[in-house]
């Protein structure tokens, strides 16, 4: 550790690329792995003709799987380290025919418009795909060799599952993206650093972990796994990092076309390939090109410019910006914009007898004197008055909006304006526990998920101030706000009752937006922004708070906790003590527990099984289930609509065995079951019961869609582990869909000699 820097070795690293079986390739007729897209392409193809199995199974509905494809262009394409962070910036039209990016994504394209994929991607599972693809019902599947030892495990022909790079070949070598897995590190306090460095040593040198993994190890005499083939002609790189100014430019460009943290235009590829959207890969690559390259400013094309002096209301020094011809042209075509805020949210924005106050006004007279255009300055009494403002024309954008509220999705952002932190507030007099799971006040519009599903019922405020004014009055238990707002309410109004709890990582405030915005606003203004440094935000957060100007100091947080008695400073370093221990719990807590349907998430989950082994508490059954064609459920309803699946389900669950059982969501639409002390002819009854209960008609909206479920069961008299049991059932899951879903079954948990279900 060197200062602020912590150092660690990684444990082991991961490459991305192709998960395939051998034998499929084998039956197809294919001899050797493809080193170009057209012959991938071919090598698809032949597994159509030649064989039953899926050729490329896609992984549509899992989401996150796709992330891998905009991992190929970059270093997979070019064998260029730089090219992803430092390079591609930098090009002109990147997304038209020849470009990297447009030979993935019209690989991608053309698997899915050709049949090479499963026949409704939509319908498409991870968890099934693993054993299909063990099993040589898939050919092969995008993913990372991370991925490779779970497809080996997943059934019995793990020897049959291989990798193989990406299928692009420069200069005869292959080129692949290796990333870190975890990292070892030694506390800089331990009193036995040599140990853990042994240990360590040990682990990295001798303990074959990585081999095991099916990774690759760090250490460079270390073989990889037979399953990766011959790497004599491969090149495994690592992404450099950006340069600040290329990072600063991939931040503006980014605005209008994300592929890096959002899979929505990758899923729009394989929508448009499946005929679903009106539009073709070279419409789509057109698009992507013209909305990068609208935010594309002139520092990025040469090095002079216009450069224009910045000058606000509280900046003690000059900052220069340059703007575009083509931005300048837009700014000096504008007569006015008009900019809509909100009339109670201080420090950042309210309204005052001369108009409008607060950080936000600061930024908007930065902009202002940067732009050298007319600004109107409406107020509205809440984000959803904004919202529709934006929507209907009246203004041009918006001050101080959080992405996290309910009307993000309706709405384009800035850059962030001001970084603030949340806090939980309460009352005093209420224990934490209770608290959360009592009555949330929360404004109207904005959107805490985790803290929502925690409480029992939530009271809609008009204001902050109101919310404050309820837990002071008991007629809520607590609330979640951003400190500043807080802060500035209990000391305007006198709020000595109140207790803050920090809940998160700090959180952001954006200009707003409509969605058909020029993006031409959205670059001058993110310019601007980019060249306030964060020290005179502080300034202006400072002179909002208070008429003295004093600076928020960790002080002032303290004494606005403080009980207004005296006490004792061992007592209040007890106090102080015991709150982290309950914050920490408490982040605990949250961080286990599903934030829409209250249940344990997966982690809660396994940690809650592995205290049912400690206690010993067998006979148990343990199941996996999901709902049914959820994507088409989604469709239907909409996603607001699928959520009520989840919760209808999450409830039916929680009435199967109350007090003996333990039930979570896993993720998506997959939960999992836990009931032990019964007997299997008491189990089936209610996993009958459940199963007969969600199959029905579900309504929401205008809409009605017919919901059912899925469900396999182990009852287990003895187990050496969760992860054997949790396959185990994932496996009769899998028989019960296979068999035409809606429905369930239970089975005798037993292991013969290869280690699988009896």
Known sequence: MNGDTVYGIPSSAYVNGILYNKEVFDKAGISETPKTIDDFLDDLRMIKQRTDAIPFYTNYAADWTLKVWE????????????????????????????????????????????????????????????????????????????????????????????????????????????STDYCYAINKNSQQKEAARCYIDYMLDESGYALDHQVLSLVKTDPSPAAYGNMDNVVCLANNEASSENYSKKQILSTNLDLTNSTDEIKRVIEAAEGKRDETFDDIAKDWNERWESSRTEDMLEDSGTKVSVLGSVLSENYEV?????????????????????????????????GFGGVSKELVDILKTEFGVSIEEVGYDSTQEIVDALKNGEIDMAAGIQKASEYAQDLKFSTDCIEYMEVMVKSDAQDTDKALTGTMAQTKGEYYSDFRTEASKTLETDSLSDSLDAIENLKADFTVANYYSVYYYMQQNGLDHLSLIPVSQNGKLYFAYAKDVDTRLISVCNKVLYSIPEENKQIMLNNSLKSDQQKITVRRFIEANTIPC???????????????????????????????TGMNNRYGIRDDIHRVYEKKLFPLAFAILDIDNFKKINDTLGHAGGDEALKLLASELRKLFPGDSLEGRYGGDEFVFCVWGKEPDVVEQGLQTLVQSMNRDLSYGDETAHISISLGAVFVRKADTYEEIFKAADRVLYEVKKNGKNGYQLKEFQKDEEGVLG
């Open 566 to 596: 005296l006490l004792a400073l061992t007592i209040v370093f007890l106090i102080i003590v015991l709150g982290v221990i309950f914050i920490m719990r408490d982040r605990d807590k949250i961080a286990k527990t599903d934030a829409l």
């Open 71 to 178: 991992e190929y262009p970059f270093i997979e394409m070019t064998g260029d380290p730089d090219y992803r962070e430092n390079v591609f910036v930098n090009e002109l039209d990147p997304f038209l025919e020849g470009t990297t990016h447009y030979q993935v994504y019209g690989l991608l394209y053309d698997i899915v418009k050709d049949g090479l994929c499963e026949d409704d991607p939509e319908e498409s599972n991870w968890e099934d795909s693993k054993v299909m693809l063990n099993e040589g019902k898939i050919g092969c599947m995008a993913i990372g060799s991370w991925a490779l030892k779970q497809v080996k495990d997943s059934g019995n022909n793990g020897d049959a599952v291989a990798y193989m790079p990406f299928p692009n070949e420069i200069d005869g070598k292959q080129y692949m993206t290796i």
């Open 322 to 354: 340059e703007f575009s011809e083509t931005e300048q042209e837009y700014l000096d075509g504008l007569k006015k914009i008009r900019v809509g805020y909100l009339n109670d949210m201080p420090p950042y924005q309210y309204q005052t007898e001369d």
